[in-house]
């Protein structure tokens, strides 16, 4: 079971934002859908999800069939970890428990699961920076109680051909006749209703406040903002102490 | 909510806007990147015909797949030669400042940052790794931020972040004979746990946090995000402006060092500053800790016991079976004795000059066990050069060390530093996740620079404590 099958996995209510007439569209991402896969245990740490002899690349492509290689083979023998059983092939929603994603920054990780065909990641707790990179890439990480999670693992362990279906806007998981109360970050909840998650246009938007702020830094020297448009005089000019003084509060006269 | 805090002051003022999503527009004053996290950023950029936004406030170098032994290029690995050429053309494109290995100024991300002088107090520092917290030492916001991050830092200069809450973690008293800022965190991350600072930033006082130097505040900040807070800091005191005095940054500019200065009084912790939560480690009960499993929080103190997986809260128990049949131990026993096949004195943790020091005073005069594999990888080439004009090299070497070039090396096993088999490793790392240090069955102790050479010299795990006591003897 490997490959590059993100696309096709899952389904759910989809499309494409109102942004900036500069930016590329980006998707609009209120409810999601498809087969589970339970990954039980807690503190699965990112050298788990991909180990790091795979950061060896500069690209993220063919990571999914890299994703917990270690966990997935022993010895050159294929282990019964749920990414190698044919059950699950397809799944697009993965369930896990407490402290998930925990250790390294590497995108790589929810890159791999991405690109291995997951489309949300439903668990207990997520570590910060994993489920950060996860937002960008457009993936939801919703976490409900430790014994909804257990429940929901046990129910796709048994009916893997179950549809779950997580809802971002409505922060429920649904599944069979249950739906479940889960909780989605408000403003991850927000990114993706309104299709915000990949944030480079809307930073990019604020052009002008940026250099501002960074003129108010008594510590910035940079020819970018002392060329920028809006630079008072064309720079910072010789009155640093001033523009210290001024600090962030002031900003607002730059822009 | 906090208020009056360093974090709250320095947020305040890299604001750039609040986001309609809830988020905050964050100025980032120092952008460091390295060749594993950034090549993919870069090809977003061009993706996106996007030229990076303030090439001036970002700078590179490379340490995660550099080899330590024969760095002559191209490098003996294809794939590691392939990620260096990228850097290279990468940052030439883009006029970025690069610390190559042949300008001597090239290291861990985490140790050349500090040693220039770029890491400097009241500073939002971000990097394509999550060991950035580091850099919260020096009082700076510093975090880790994934590839797509990157891709909007190059852009834009900024992030998109949510506000934190703030933890004072106050460490009482006074550390003992043998006990540093590695056993601190340790002990940290064992009573917090290692999801304990989720949704917070660590602030780290208290008068054994005062009195420790740079490289040991250094070692701390850097192990907050294995307790899960992705940034912790440390205000800047007198110790802070000696170290940043003799940086390249102020060495030959004493009146830019007083003008920074004011600013960086100014961004630390009111005497009346709200914090969400206090907590308080008593500094002069620890001794020195060494991990018994396979997370950081799996620690205790060298004369504790394993603990029995059925004493712990049921979350927890889990993990620590697994850990415990991995690492070859049993509930009961103590970590004193385990047997110790490699020993790896290096990582953005603790390879800075004075770790090197520490390690080299127990080193003096003795001998690696004839059973160790053992070598030093400096933090960096700078400390690698001050090393040897203090003689280190040859302390280690004569013991029985190999002494290497600078780089990640042995804490993630990106180059041919790797443990093989189920070897068991006596690191001065930050992970001992399975699998961390290159070999699935391999299996790692945490401790500090000293209770390595401990290591090291006697072949397995030894309090350092009673080391010294021979010597004396």
């Not at chain 1, 429920?172 to 990114?191: L, M």
């Not at chain 2, 780290?204 to 907050?224: P, T, V």
Request: glycine share 10%.
């Amino acid at each position: 079971m490997s490959g590059e099958s993100s696309a096709e996995a899952g389904s759910g209510t989809r499309g494409d934002a109102d942004t900036d007439p500069d930016s590329e569209p980006v998707e609009i991402i209120e409810e999601t859908s498809g087969t589970g896969i339970p990954v039980r245990g807690n503190d699965i740490d990112t050298d788990q999800i991909i180990p790091a002899r795979y950061l060896k690349a500069i690209t993220f492509d063919g990571l999914g069939e890299y994703a917990f290689y270690d966990q997935r083979f022993r010895n050159g023998e294929a282990t019964d970890h749920p990414f190698n059983d044919d059950r699950f092939r397809g799944a697009s929603i993965l369930v896990v428990n407490a402290n998930f994603g925990c250790g390294s920054s590497r995108e790589h990780a929810p890159q791999a699961l991405a690109r291995w065909g997951i489309d949300a990641v439903v668990g207990e707790s997520f570590a910060e920076i994993f489920a950060g990179n996860c937002l960008a890439l457009g993936m939801p990480t919703v976490t409900a109680n430790e014994e909804e999670i257990r429940q929901l693992q046990d129910h796709v362990s048994e009916f893997p051909d179950t549809e779950i279906s997580v809802d971002v806007a409505a922060e429920t998981v649904s599944y069979g006749e249950r739906t479940v109360e889960a909780n989605v970050d408000t403003a991850q909840r927000t990114a993706l209703v309104e299709g915000v998650w990949d944030t480079t246009a809307l930073l990019k938007s604020n052009r002008e406040t940026i250099h501002g702020t960074a003129r108010s830094l008594p510590y910035v020297e940079s020819a970018s903002i002392e060329s920028a448009p809006g630079a008072p005089d064309g720079g910072r000019g010789g009155n640093t102490d001033t523009e210290t003084e001024a600090g962030a509060t002031d900003r607002a006269g730059y822009d | 909510m906090s208020s009056g805090t360093l974090y709250d002051e320095v947020w305040d003022r890299h604001t750039v806007t609040e986001l309609p999503t809830g988020r905050t527009q964050l100025f980032v004053g120092l952008h460091l990147i390295h060749e594993v996290t950034s090549p993919q950023a870069f090809g977003m950029l061009a993706e996106r015909d996007i030229e990076v936004a303030y090439p001036e406030l970002t700078h590179a170098t490379v340490d995660h797949i550099v080899p330590t032994a024969d760095q002559s290029r191209p490098y003996g690995d294809d794939a590691a030669e392939e990620m260096m050429a990228e850097l290279e053309a990468n940052v030439r494109e883009a006029g970025i400042t690069f610390d190559h290995p042949d300008t001597g100024d090239q290291g861990i991300v985490h140790v050349i940052g500090p040693e220039q002088g770029l890491t400097q107090p009241g500073m939002t520092i971000v990097c394509g790794d999550s060991h950035t917290s580091t850099h919260g030492a020096f009082g700076a916001l510093a975090f880790g931020i994934g590839t797509s991050q990157i891709r909007d830092v190059f852009a834009t200069q900024t992030v998109a972040m949510e506000k934190q809450k703030v933890r004072r973690i106050e460490v009482t008293g006074e550390l003992g004979p043998g006990v540093g800022a590695k056993d601190v965190i340790l002990t940290i991350i064992r009573t917090l746990g290692t999801d304990g600072g989720v949704g917070y930033v660590y602030e780290y006082g208290g008068e054994a946090i005062s009195a420790l130097d740079m490289e040991g505040r250094m070692s701390i900040c850097n192990m907050s995000v294995e307790g899960g807070a992705r940034a912790g800091y440390v205000n800047p005191d007198e110790t802070t402006y000696e170290w940043l005095r003799e940086t390249d940054a102020f060495r030959d500019s004493p009146q830019e060092f007083e003008r920074r200065k004011s600013y960086w009084e100014s961004i630390r912790s009111d005497e009346t500053a709200e914090y969400d939560d206090v907590v308080e480690i008593d500094g002069d009960a620890i001794e020195p800790v060494v991990t018994w499993g396979t997370t950081p929080g799996q620690g205790i103190g060298i004369s504790e016991r394993i603990p029995d997986p059925a004493d712990l809260p049921e979350g927890k128990r889990d993990v620590a079976r697994r850990a415990q049949e991995h690492m070859d131990v049993s509930p009961g026993n103590r970590m004193d004795g385990y047997d110790i096949d490699v020993v790896f004195l290096g990582s953005c943790t603790n390879a800075r000059l004075a770790d090197l020091r520490a390690a080299a005073e127990v080193i003096e005069g003795r001998e690696v066990h004839s059973d160790v594999r053992a070598m030093v990888v400096p933090g960096s080439q700078r400390v690698k050069a001050a090393a040897e004009r203090e003689g280190l090299d040859e302390v280690f070497t004569e013991a029985g060390f190999e002494w290497r070039g600078a780089g990640c090396s042995m804490c993630l096993g990106m180059n041919e530093d790797q443990l093989e088999g189920s070897e068991r490793c006596a690191s001065s790392s930050n992970r001992n996740f399975v699998g961390r240090q290159g070999s699935k069955e391999g299996r790692t102790v945490l401790m500090s620079p000293v209770m390595v050479a401990a290591a090291a010299i006697e072949g397995e795990v030894t309090d350092v404590r009673t080391l010294r006591e021979v010597a004396a003897a």
